[in-house]
């Protein structure tokens, strides 16, 4: 049975709670407690599975007591249930939290959310992932300025302005950032040439997913292989990530969904940068493979490795604290049909930015969608006949691109 701890201030909730939840007391056995403190001496007691925490509460806040379960409790789940919607409260909890929920809490979101977290980590704890890894001497940080950016946005007066400073003063980051605003994509008339115009051109969501992926993308600049181009996999990368924005607007997801997006089509494809670094042999018969046309990218990394660049990401994205939704488009954006999700989420908006960047690169663009399109999944979702609609909003974003 699973050991679910509540921790809220106000009695009322959590008499809340635990009505909702009633249904679930054969599956759960559940506690529920006023304050962090309360929280912290209940886990003493014995282990949690899962901790849900509410983020304003007096004294000990809820991201205070996720980042110390976290330290002492690494293995617990870690959730937000929060009546704050503001970004203020989701960025607070970047690094602790596995995922945030708003209030009012309906059960079977809760029960998802927790078979989701529960899933990946599963997928996390993979043993080929695992061996790999151990094979890196060292892995990718969250960047220094990743987490600074992101602390100067928790502060009640963020403004562009702060954040562009900040990045100005890492002079690489702002070439970078430079280059990547005035490449065509971004349809400038005329090149920019201030870190701080630019990042409030471009917005700070953008930025901030920028950030992330150069940081990543210039630790494995040299790698040289054959058949093999880090230049071309982060410009695959930075169109996937803007595809994936437009695909989720396209969707009507919410805001946050729309960033997330963002965020995941930047990191989908980091695996094969770990795979190319540190497992160079596997990874250079795979592409031979693939070359060859016998076989996909996925089968031939599982066959050769036993994993591929997706979980291997979605290991990376873990690692860095990021939330399960982007970790989970990682990791499934080859074959968004294995998560057995039936409506149509993250996960399948980056395969589908995904194919549609590859689609793009092709020499027929409005051709036929690329083989690495699972179709029969779109079809599942009902949402196939999207798909030339999708065409037709990439072709007009990359025609603003090139005038
Ligand atoms: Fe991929």
Redesign the pocket.
Known sequence: MRRVLFVDDEPKVLDGLRRLLRSLRKEWQMEFVTSGAEGLQEMEKGPFDIVVADMKMPGMDGAELLSLVKERYPDTIRIILSAQTGKEALLRSIGSTHQFLHKPCDPEQLKWTIRRAERLRGLLGNQAVRSLIARADSLPALPDLFQQVVAELQKPNASLRDVGKLIGQDPGMSTRILQVVNSPFFGLRRPMTDVERATAYIGLDTTNAIVLGVSVFAEYEDIELPGFSVRHLWEHSLLTSRLARLVAEQEGMDSQLVEDAGLAGTL??TG?LLLANHARDEFRQVLIRVAAGDTT?SAAETELLGTN??EVGAYLAGRWGLSDGIIEAIAY??HPGDSDTDTLDLNTVVHVA?ALAVAAGSAAPDAEPPDCLDMTHLQRLGIDEHWPRWCEATAELLEVAAS
Do not use: G, I, P, T
Request: charged share 20%.
């Open positions: 989908h494809d094969k990218f660049h997706a954006h080859n995904s």
